[in-house]
DNA sequence: ACCTGAACACCGTTCAAGT
DNA sequence: ACCTGAACACCGTTCAAGT
């Protein structure tokens, strides 16, 4: 009599997500995750090659929200700098809610393996609307604007700002000079 | 008969970094440490608390190198803009030649445990040089220009840069919008 | 005083045996 | 067909026993 499958490929990518966001990538054991699943852990290799899945699969997870969010705030304003604007905004928050995500997005030894490359996936978006725009050098542009927005989220993150004033005028602030230094 | 000390903390410290160097981080083992000194591994607990520590003796010892490099180029020109330019070209150098350490040290769960945290030790010298100039709001911009600086190294250290063109035209030519968006 | 072997609690992963 | 217990090779870490 075969046993019936107990766990969906889909409730485990959100059982994963769950324990990263709560308590960090490292506390993403197969046996936590089997735990949480109410399954013992060689069960899960029936639908993961092992650790590395796991992980990939909530990177992909999260990169797909992300891109999500970037879509929808695309069309939210006609002009290319309230574009570039929301989008930035949409990362950083994205950022501050989903801190354990957004490192494992952009950290190097994972988004190698990103199906749709996490790092590739912010500039893309970018490199689109300055594009779309005729902007000239457009990649450069798209480069040096997503360099600081993820320095500036990973920074913040991290608790770099500690010392002084608001970080949200800091951002808008500093948006608004690089937007001015792009020159779109 | 009391046996002899076999392995010195400089020793201890200059090995784990050789490994971190070499293969990442998650190879710095107690076993892996142990076995290039010679020694067990129960023996490195004499000298150190936990792996932890290693890890954080390893960053310190990063951020003390790097610090050595911005020391050495702050004097090297008169004016601000030209100390902040070389400051930018020895962190990136310093990235792409020890891009294992570089991630140690700006990684937030590590970070926090550093004597003089490599966040802020890439803020700080920044920041002194805005200051001495009398800058307007020398705060927000160190944060500018070290924000912009850390995303592109990692980003290029992360292989994010893959397609197209110099990285380090990019680099010089956004470095030059930065400073001009700072109004130096 | 320092070093070590043995031991413990954890991992990830495999595989034969159960249903 | 899926699940599980047992087992293996790895970790980090502790500690009593050696010199």
Chains 1, 2 share one sequence.
Do not use: C
């Amino acid at each position: 009599m075969p046993a019936p499958q107990r766990v969906k490929h889909d409730e485990i990518v959100f059982a994963a997500r769950a324990i990263v966001e709560r308590d960090g990538v490292e506390q993403l054991t197969m046996r936590a995750l089997a735990d949480t699943l109410g399954v013992k852990p060689p069960s899960l290799y029936k639908r993961l090659r092992d650790r590395r899945d796991v992980i990939r699969l909530v990177a992909e997870d999260g990169v797909a929200q992300l891109t999500g969010a970037l879509d929808a705030v695309r069309s939210a304003s006609h002009d290319a700098q309230g574009r570039l604007r929301s989008m930035a905004r949409v990362v950083r928050a994205f950022g501050l809610e989903h801190p354990g995500t957004y490192a494992l997005i952009f950290d190097p030894r994972i988004s190698g393996e990103i199906e749709q490359e996490g790092l590739r996936s912010a500039v893309q978006p970018v490199l689109n609307v300055l594009q779309d725009e005729g902007f000239d050098d457009s990649l450069s542009g798209a480069r040096m604007l997503t360099a600081w927005l993820h320095g500036f989220v990973s920074m913040e993150v991290a608790g770099a700002f500690r010392l002084g004033g608001s970080t949200d005028a800091a951002f808008e602030d500093a948006l608004d000079r690089i937007l001015v230094a792009l020159d779109v």
